[in-house]
């Protein structure tokens, strides 16, 4: 089973790694994907993380620290997937969940769920929410 799990920023906040952390101790691998990467203003924050934690694979999609990775990222709309309207990040965000092909998104906010599920709505992809 292909789990997304969605979060506002990598790296996560301490509660959301260990979610994944217990998920990877049962045989679950699922793939973060962040809206933000607070890693390039934070190294030490990631590296630290990383140092302890193996959280498996981690994407952002829409990186929003550099420019040229900005227009990268528009790379998601060039694959065939289906229009969602919204803004250009949600655009984005949306083709590139798509091309994940997931069995389920879970979110980890509130606050994120209701600005975004209707991505797996469209898309007819279950999805669950955490609310904090």
Do not use: C
């Not at 994907?33 to 607070?38: H, S």
């Not at 790379?75 to 309207?85: A, C, G, N, S, V």
């Amino acid at each position: 089973m292909k789990i997304i799990e969605v979060i506002s920023s990598y790296p996560p906040e301490i509660f959301i790694a260990r979610h994944i952390l217990a998920m990877r101790e049962i045989g679950i691998d699922p793939i973060l994907v962040a809206q933000y990467e607070k890693s390039a203003a934070k190294p030490l924050d990631a590296s630290v993380l990383n140092e302890y934690w193996d959280l498996g694979e981690v994407h952002v999609p829409t990186k929003s620290t550099n420019p040229l990775q900005k227009f990268f990222s528009l790379r998601h709309l060039l694959k065939p997937h289906t229009r969602i309207e919204g803004r250009l990040r949600v655009k984005v965000f949306s083709a590139y969940l798509e091309s994940l092909k997931p069995d389920l998104v879970h979110f980890h906010m509130g606050t994120l769920a209701g600005h975004l599920y209707k991505i797996p709505q469209i898309l007819h992809i279950p999805y669950t929410i955490s609310l904090r």
